[in-house]
């Protein structure tokens, strides 16, 4: 079973960078679409950006601009790199690896947006 180790979250001012990263276990990711999700309280969890195996990016409209995914295959890592931050953006963000068809999930990450 793969392992998803988020890091990087913390406490940023609106209009703040963060740089969020997650690194993986096995030898699936090069194989793997990697996303970030995110979980605001008393919100659904919902998607932030993903990233093919061949770096086709997606992201959510309210992310776009903003957010930058991106993924390092020899290091078994994807980055989500977070500019121009607002209170809106605050939310636990998780990593997930989609591989044939399953997906696996991080322990997530706070990020909190507060001056």
């Known amino acids: 079973q793969v392992q998803l180790v988020e890091s990087g979250g913390g406490l940023v001012q609106p209009g703040g960078s963060l740089r969020l990263s997650c690194t993986a276990s096995?030898?699936?990711?090069?194989?793997?679409?990697m996303g970030w999700y995110r979980q605001a309280p008393g919100k659904q969890r919902e998607l932030v950006a993903t990233?093919?195996?061949?770096?086709?990016?997606n992201y959510a409209d309210s992310m776009k601009g903003r957010f930058t995914i991106s993924r390092d295959n020899a290091k078994n890592t994807v980055y989500l790199q977070m500019n121009s931050l607002k209170p809106e953006d605050t939310a636990v963000y998780y990593c997930?690896?989609?591989?044939?068809?399953?997906?696996?999930w991080g322990q997530g990450t706070q990020v909190t947006v507060s001056s």
């Open positions: 997930a690896l989609e591989w044939r068809g399953l997906r696996s």
């Open positions: 096995g030898n699936i990711f090069s194989s793997s679409v």
């Open positions: 990233i093919t195996t061949g770096g086709t990016t």
